[in-house]
Every structure is written in structure tokens, then in C-alpha cells.
């Protein structure tokens, strides 16, 4: 908390200098060009065999190295696939197209542009020593000209005269031989051009007829179904889009394919590594003896492990969403598709008892939607398939709900029954707007609503199949025993395998949530939203602040804070303690790798905010003054803190005592150190204090702690009887130290009794007292036992004065009070 509270602080601090950075420029000017200088003629002979060296280098590069020999064929394919779409589809038919197809071709722009990025990144690349090499052979032939003008007839030996005039001219020369390379450059360089331009172009005819699309959801496209004229016949002008549509996706599959970019290389690695290790997995348990399918494994778990095929598609699947996002919408499709299967296999018992039969429901509605393509040659049956598929879906969800409130089975009953029920109603609801607007004449809006809840519905489950996979499998793996012997696994397991399941129950709600809402075309114009204020300036004079890079810093903050702590606790208890360290290295190293990793992840967040290097030193630079003016006792401390790092007087579970508070060291912070007392009280002592005050630390090189104990006995006891005694009884005890030896020591004669004192060690710092207690009574039955009396102080009062009445208060039987003196003992 106290971390927290700093960070915050210094946050609050930033946020000016987080505004003045958004706009910030850099104060640096560029290099001017360096001016032309004559040679001195002492300089000419070394400086004529460097320049002609590299005229001779220049030369060979530019006559057997063709830079572009790679190029023109990568530039030749994106143009192949840019004339192929803008040649299927004219600007006008895109807002005929439907919406899924618009956002294939976005996709398809968008890996034409990326493609095109990184051929223009390549261009640069190989190009760029070319313009280089021209730069400097200018610059070198200036140097030379200007040489030659310098010389004054008859001022200058001919043979250095000659040599300047062929340096010059082979200067020129290699000048020359690049002409032709870059030529060929520049002109490629214009053809990229043209062709970055139709992708952009292209790119925004898309996006221009997805808002059309979306506008259009308002508006009745079609005549209402009671005017609605049926006719079955295919239209042909439909059927040759459809196969100009096929023609566009396989190609764009194909083109992706063959990129086979980092990602694509990623998901291969890991769909081979997965299905050997599930298959290795469900080998090892039937080797054992322990089947996944018998009674003594769970349901889930006979179905993960018992099926790894199964398991195996389906996490694929999701890996292909999650890794290839820009992927072909096409690949996508065939993705859900082939885990149709596989989320019947894996649904658990749990979720069988909570969905009842709407799984199987889910996965055939999907199908059936999925083959409303074949139909959209003829816009009636089109139309009168979403019709029907939204009424037989909403009758099916109603005998759901109906079947649920009458059968009353235990799977509807807690929270996720009440938000399946929710749910199952909003779909109710969209299925009789989707209904309702197929027979008014919004075909648009009705078949963006149907599909949007089958296909919403159907992730859903997906969603929930693969998150119980993922669950099941981490109990698995923290049910084995090589994972189980982590000291960090023994002591927070549970914890560490509860938050990751969390963590893949929150990610799937969120997948959801944006699958949801680009199906029903919501996340476009929410996104477009959230962009627009985020990115928004708010200016007031000089000064201007994005909310955008106010996130990011709070963003990487946050992150760096849960990194250095992740960092801290694998380093203190996992990493470190199977190391040979000298005593207190370990807390040392973890402390300070969270300290750099915290100051890390702050540089990383103020330079993600838009801060520039020559900022921050400013930055920093003005805070070191006003701490130096306001804060000296805070870096006093920190200061401390560091040296207590490096020299490690003491560490946390060492015994100190410092100024009157004596406790166990629990933590050492870079400000303060936290000491728990033997009363149970935390007291929080600045680290200057543990350097400038007086520091006792019982246990900084070992726990060996001295037992002292005084006692005496009565006068006429022998001596040596009992030192023998209390020798032998001390060494009986259990817990006292045979190095050093206890010793017994005869240290005086006291008033009423002989005086010993026994000295004895133990190791066991921890429980000194009571052993100490322990010794004490052995002591006492030893010398009982022994028949040697322990004296108590004994004092003689006479009274010489004392009042009649006193005396015959104090007179005994048999003693008169005449009797003058009286002793009372």
C-alpha cells in the first residue's frame, strides 16, 4: 500500500508534465550539411588514395549487386492482388455486397497495406546505402573541386595538380555508375506510390460502404412481406457476385498462406506441441492404470483427457482467433465450424444440467445459418430463410424457457442460472424484432439480428467449452507431482491456479462482449466513439492534454507495479532459495529487482505517454531540486536503504534491538524498515535511524544466545558439591550447547548465601526464554532433591525502647514484661 500511495502521488505530480509532453518538440536542430573544405596539400596524397578506394568500392557495388532483384516480384504480387479485387468489384457494387463480405475485403485491404508496409520497410532497407554512397561521393568530389580551384598556377608541384584532377574525375566516375541504380530505384519508387495510393483508396471505398451498410439498418430495404411477390428463380447478375465472391476469399486465403507471417509460424509451432502433449497425457494416465473415462476422475476431466483430439481442435480453433486476428474472415468461419463437434464432446455434466438441450440447438442453428449463403442468388428465399430460421429459433428459446420454469432442474438454479434465463429472454426479444422487421420490409435489420443471436449464442457456448478445457487442464497440470514440489505451488498453488482460471473466465466474457457487439454492429461506431475521446485534445492556452496517454500511463504503471511484485515473489521464493547465497544476498537481490523493475516500468510509462528522453532528464532534474529543498529526511532514508542493501547489517527475521524497541526485523523497505516487538506491536523505524543510532542485532552472524542465571545457597554448603551439581543438570538439559560449554562459576559470598552463576549457550535463539525456564526448574528440583537449602535474606531487629502497652502486646507466655530487652526476629 505504502508502494501504491508513492506511485499514485507521483502520478498526480506527472499529470503536468504529461500535458506539456503531448505537444512537446524536440529541441534539437538537424545537422546541417558539413560545407565544403579545401584539401591541405600536406593531407592530398592520403586523403586521394582513401577517397579512390571507396569510388572503386562504390563502383563494383553498383555493377554486381542488384537491390532490387527481390523487390519487383513482392511488388508485382500486391499489385496482382489489388487489380484482382478493384477489378471484380467497381466502386458502385460495394454497397450492394453484404455486410460479412465488406468486412472480408476490409481484411484483405488492410493485408495488401501491411503487406505493402513491409515491402516499402524492405525498399529502404536495400536502397538506402545507394543514396548514401551518391550523398558521399558529392560531398568527397566538392572537397576535391574546391581543392583544384584552391591551387594558384605554379604554386603547386604538377604532380600533385595531376593527382587532384584524377581523384576528382574518378569521383565522377563512380558518381556516374550509380545513375543507372537509382534510376531504376526511383522509378520503382513511383509505381509503389500509384499502388499505396489505390490501396488506400480502396481501403476507403470499404469503409464508406460499411457505413452505408450501417445506415442502412434504419431504413426498409425491401417492400413488406404481404406485397411481396415470391419467386424462386435465381437471379444471374447474383450468381456470378457469389462466384466473383468465392473467387476474391480463395484468393485472399491463399495470399495469406503464402505470406506465412510470425503468427501463422507461432500458432503451427504450438497446434504440434499441443497435441503431443495431450496425447502424451492421455498415453500416461492409461500406462498408469488411472483411465480418465473411470468413475474416479471427474466428468470433465474424462472428457478433456479422453478425448485429446477433441481438446485438441478445439483450443486450435481458439488460437486461431486469438493469434491470427487479421486473418481471412473465411478461415475464421471454417474455424467455428469444425469445433462443432468438439463443444458436444467436451460439454461437462455441470453445463449439460445448466443449458439442458441448448447446446445441441446452439450448434444447429449455427450450422443452418452458416448455409443461408446457398440462398442468396434469389432474395426471396433469402429473405423467407431468415424468416423462418428466426421464428424456429424463437420458438425453440421459448420451449427452453417454458421447459425450464416447468421441469424446475437443479442447472437453473444460482447466479449463472438467473443470467442464463436474462439472457434467454433478450433473445426472445431480438428474435421478435428480427420477425418483425423481416415482415415490414428492414431485411437488413432483420437478418443482422437473427444472425447476430445464433452466432452470439453459438460463441458463447464455444466460449464456455474451451474456458472449461483450459480450467481442467490447470487442475491437471497442479495436480502433478514435478509441479507440486515448487516451493511457490505448496504454499500459494491454490491461489496462483484460482487466479489464472479467473483471469480465463474474464477474458472470455470480454472476447464475448466484442464478438457480441461487431455482430450486432455496435463495436464500429463504440469503438470509432472511444477512439474520438481518447484521442481528443483538450487545450487551454499552452498546455494540452490527451486522456489517451493519461491511460497508458496509468496502464503501464499498474503493470509495472504487478510485474516487479510477480518479479519479487519468484525471486524470494523460488528462485533464490535454491541458490548457495551468503545470508541476506537473497533479500537483497529481490528487494532491489523490484525497486529497478518498478523505476523501468515508470520509464516505460512516460515514454509510452510521449515523453522524450531530454524531457525526462529536465524532469528528474527539476524534482532532484525540490527534493533536495523539501524532502532531504525522505532520500536521507532511501539512501539508507540502499546501503542497508548492499552491507546487510540486517535482515528481515534477525532479532535487533534499536533505541529501547526490541523485535523481529520483518520487512526492509527503501524508506523504512517494519520491526514486530515481542508485545506484538509493528513499529516502523526510519532506515537513518539504523545507521546513525545504535543497532544491536542478536543474530546477525549466528542464533546462538547466552542463558544467564544467578542463584545462591546456604552458608555451610560444599562448594564443589554444588558446582558438580549444577554442572551436571545443565548439560542434562536439552537445547543447551556443548560448544561453547555451559560453565558454573562460584561468584561470592552474598549476605545470607554462597553465590553461583551458570553461563550456558543455546542455539535455538527462538526459544531461549523458555528453555531458559526450563534449566531454571531443573535447577530447582536438583537441588532439592540434593537436600541443599536455597537461603532467603534474613535480618536481626533489636529493640531497645518500646512502649508498655507494645510490650505487653508483644509479651509471650512464660515472659513477664519486666523483662527488659526483647529480641524480635
Not at 33 to 53: M, S, T, V
Not at 383 to 388: E, I, K, P, Q, S
Not at 660 to 684: C, E, L, P, S, Y
Request: net charge positive; glycine share 8%.
Amino acid at each position: 500500500m505504502p508502494v501504491m500511495r508513492l506511485l499514485l502521488a507521483c502520478l498526480f505530480c506527472l499529470l503536468p508534465a504529461l500535458v506539456l509532453a503531448q505537444d512537446a518538440t524536440t529541441l534539437l536542430t538537424p545537422a546541417k550539411p558539413k560545407a565544403p573544405e579545401a584539401i591541405a596539400l600536406a593531407d592530398i596524397p592520403g586523403r586521394a588514395d582513401a577517397d579512390e578506394r571507396y569510388a572503386e568500392e562504390v563502383t563494383l557495388r553498383a555493377a554486381n549487386v542488384d537491390p532490387l532483384g527481390r523487390l519487383v516480384p513482392r511488388l508485382a504480387t500486391i499489385e496482382q492482388s489489388v487489380d484482382q479485387k478493384t477489378r471484380l468489384f467497381r466502386y458502385g457494387e460495394l454497397r450492394t455486397l453484404p455486410v460479412v463480405r465488406l468486412e472480408s475485403m476490409e481484411r484483405h485491404w488492410k493485408f495488401d497495406a501491411r503487406q505493402y508496409a513491409r515491402w516499402r520497410a524492405d525498399m529502404q532497407a536495400l536502397v538506402g546505402p545507394y543514396a548514401q554512397d551518391a550523398a558521399d561521393l558529392a560531398l568527397r568530389r566538392a572537397d576535391w573541386d574546391l581543392t583544384r580551384e584552391a591551387m594558384a598556377p605554379g604554386s603547386t608541384p604538377e604532380a600533385l595538380r595531376l593527382r587532384v584532377d584524377a581523384v576528382a574525375d574518378r569521383l565522377q566516375q563512380a558518381e556516374q555508375s550509380l545513375s543507372s541504380p537509382l534510376a531504376e530505384q526511383i522509378g520503382l519508387g513511383r509505381r509503389a506510390n500509384l499502388l499505396a495510393a489505390r490501396i488506400q483508396s480502396g481501403q476507403r471505398s470499404v469503409e464508406e460502404a460499411i457505413a452505408y451498410a450501417d445506415r442502412r439498418l434504419l431504413r426498409l430495404d425491401a417492400p413488406p412481406l404481404w406485397r411481396v411477390q415470391g419467386s424462386t428463380t435465381l437471379r444471374q447478375d447474383v450468381t456470378d457476385k457469389l462466384s466473383r465472391d468465392i473467387q476474391s476469399e480463395n484468393s485472399f486465403v491463399a495470399q495469406y498462406a503464402a505470406a506465412d507471417v510470425g503468427n501463422q509460424r507461432l500458432l503451427h509451432i504450438l497446434q504440434v506441441l499441443l497435441l503431443v502433449v495431450l496425447l502424451w497425457v492421455a498415453w500416461r494416465h492409461r500406462r498408469d492404470g488411472l483411465d480418465p473415462t473411470s468413475v474416479l476422475a471427474t466428468d470433465a476431466e474424462s472428457r478433456v483427457i479422453g478425448r485429446p483430439f477433441s481438446t485438441w481442435l478445439l483450443l486450435s480453433m481458439i488460437g486461431t482467433l486469438l493469434l491470427e486476428p487479421n486473418a481471412p474472415l473465411f478461415l475464421h468461419q471454417l474455424a467455428m465450424l469444425v469445433a462443432l463437434v468438439p463443444v458436444l464432446r467436451l460439454m461437462p455434466q455441470q453445463g449439460r444440467r445448466l443449458l439442458g438441450p441448448w447446446p445441441y440447438l446452439a450448434t444447429g442453428f449455427y450450422l443452418l445459418q452458416r448455409l443461408s449463403v446457398l440462398l442468396m442468388a434469389s432474395d426471396y428465399l433469402y429473405r423467407m430463410y431468415y424468416l423462418a430460421l428466426a421464428a424456429l429459433a424463437l420458438v425453440a428459446t421459448g420451449w427452453l424457457l417454458w421447459r425450464s420454469r416447468r421441469q424446475q432442474f437443479a442447472g437453473v438454479a444460482g447466479p449463472a442460472g438467473r443470467l442464463v434465463h436474462a439472457l434467454a429472454w433478450i433473445g426472445v426479444g431480438v428474435l421478435v424484432v428480427s420477425i418483425g422487421a423481416n415482415v415490414l420490409g428492414n431485411v437488413s435489420l432483420a437478418e443482422m439480428l437473427a444472425s447476430g443471436i445464433i452466432e452470439s449464442g453459438y460463441f458463447a457456448l464455444v466460449l464456455y467449452a474451451a474456458v472449461t478445457v483450459f480450467e481442467t487442464l490447470l487442475r491437471r497440470l497442479g495436480t502433478r507431482r514435478e509441479v507440486r514440489r515448487l516451493w511457490l505451488m505448496r504454499r500459494h498453488g491454490g491461489n496462483v491456479l484460482e487466479s489464472l482460471a479467473r483471469w480465463a473466465r474474464v477474458a472470455a466474457v470480454i472476447g464475448w462482449i466484442i464478438y457480441t457487439m461487431n455482430r450486432f454492429r455496435l463495436f464500429r461506431p463504440v469503438y470509432d466513439v472511444t477512439k474520438a475521446v481518447v484521442t481528443h485534445r483538450f487545450e487551454y492556452g499552452e498546455l494540452s492534454i490527451s486522456l489517451g496517454h493519461i491511460l497508458v500511463f496509468c496502464i503501464g504503471v499498474v503493470l509495472a507495479v504487478w510485474t516487479a511484485r510477480t518479479l519479487r515473489a519468484l525471486l524470494r521464493e523460488e528462485v533464490l532459495p535454491r541458490m548457495s547465497l551468503p545470508r541476506g544476498v537473497d533479500n537483497s537481490v529481490a528487494s532491489l529487482s523490484y525497486y529497478a523493475l518498478l523505476l523501468l516500468g515508470l520509464l516505460a510509462a512516460l515514454s509510452a505517454a510521449g515523453f522524450k528522453m531530454g524531457q525526462l532528464a529536465f524532469l528528474f532534474g527539476a524534482l532532484g531540486v525540490g527534493i533536495g529543498l523539501g524532502l532531504q529526511d525522505v532520500v536521507k532514508n532511501f539512501v539508507s536503504g540502499l546501503i542497508l542493501m548492499f552491507e546487510r547489517p540486517v535482515q528481515p527475521g534477525d532479532v535487533v534491538d534499536i533505541s529501547g524497541t526490541a523485535g523481529r526485523v520483518r520487512n526492509i523497505g527503501m524508506r523504512a524498515t517494519t520491526v514486530r516487538t515481542f508485545d506484538g506491536a509493528d513499529v516502523v523505524v526510519p532506515n537513518g535511524m539504523l545507521l546513525s543510532d545504535k543497532l544491536t542485532n542478536w543474530t546477525l552472524n549466528d542464533p546462538t544466545r547466552r542463558i544467564d542465571i544467578d542463584l545462591g545457597v546456604a552458608y555451610g554448603t560444599d562448594v564443589t558439591r554444588v558446582m558438580q551439581l549444577l554442572q551436571e543438570t545443565t548439560r542434562a538439559t536439552q537445547g543447551i550447547a556443548d560448544d561453547p560449554a555451559p560453565a558454573v562459576l562460584f561468584t561470592g559470598f552474598g549476605a545470607s548465601s554462597l553465590d553461583f552463576a551458570i553461563r550456558a549457550w543455546t542455539h535455538d535463539f527462538d526459544n531461549w526464554s523458555t528453555l531458559r525456564s526450563e534449566l531454571m526448574t531443573r535447577l530447582h528440583a536438583a537441588l532439592d532433591v540434593a537436600g541443599i537449602e536455597i537461603p532467603f535474606p534474613q535480618q536481626d531487629l533489636h529493640l531497645r525502647t518500646v512502649a508498655e502497652d507494645v510490650l505487653q502486646s508483644l509479651g509471650r507466655p512464660g515472659r513477664g514484661p519486666e523483662q527488659g530487652d526483647h529480641d524480635a526476629r
